[in-house]
């Protein structure tokens, strides 16, 4: 089986910078998916990691420590769009498993 | 480019009526396919996938079922509906299996009263 936490709800302030943490427990690992969810929509693609380390793509950067199970999704400059849901998946053999996923705010 | 829809995009559905949504990816072959729902509320369930043609894989047991009778066309089926089948279903497709990045449909929303 699997388990994939990341924390319920979230809020920062615009401008700002917030960290969206995620744990898994699971076999067959390939790797770990961070996705946007605005309200009434379908997901969004924001990165994949498969390798330990930061992966950067603008105001986005996403983090891997296979070793620990552990993921973070770090967005800078927060801007109100970046209001949504933000969702941690693992890969693993054909399947993605989705967290319940992060709930962000962005207050002015 | 690829593509994938599905439909209908809204449904109301008394309960123990039947249902079917469908949906289909064009611009590639042999793509992994899945159905996920997502309850108010809750985060996205991975309800069935598929690796190829007839080729169908259950992840919670349930009044629904799947099927694949096309490379490119996934889907979803329930008999009789229950209140509890409301919410939010997704399509998505992903190349192979190794890949990754799955691509979602518009998403169905279904209510049963």
């Known amino acids: 089986g699997q388990n994939i936490d990341q924390p319920t709800e979230m809020t920062a302030t615009e401008g700002a910078i917030v960290q969206i943490n995620c744990t898994y427990q699971?076999?067959?690992?390939?790797?770990l998916f961070w996705y946007q969810q605005h309200a009434g929509e379908a997901p969004t693609f924001l990165s994949y990691n498969v390798l330990d380390g930061l992966e950067e793509k603008g105001r986005f950067s996403s983090f891997l420590s296979r070793s620990k199970g552990y993921s973070y999704l770090l967005l800078k400059e927060l801007q109100m769009k970046d209001s949504a849901s933000y969702l941690c998946?693992?890969?693993?053999?054909?399947?993605?498993?989705f967290g319940k996923g992060t709930r962000l705010h962005i207050l002015p | 480019s690829q593509t994938i829809h599905q439909w209908p995009a809204t449904l109301v559905q008394p309960v123990g009526s039947p249902l079917s949504l469908e949906c289909t990816v064009e611009g590639t072959s042999n793509p992994n396919l899945y159905w996920y729902r997502q309850a108010a509320g809750r985060g996205l369930q991975l309800l069935f996938y598929s690796v190829g043609i007839g080729q169908i894989s259950s992840e919670v047991p349930q009044n629904l079922s799947a099927s694949r009778p096309q490379d490119r066309q996934f889907i979803l089926s329930s008999k009789k509906l229950l209140l509890s089948d409301s919410g939010f279903y997704l399509c998505a497709w992903s190349v192979g299996s190794h890949t990754g990045e799955l691509f979602f449909g518009e998403g169905s929303r279904l209510t049963v009263l």
């Open positions: 699971t076999s067959g690992f390939n790797g």
């Open positions: 998946a693992v890969h693993r053999d054909d399947k993605i498993i």
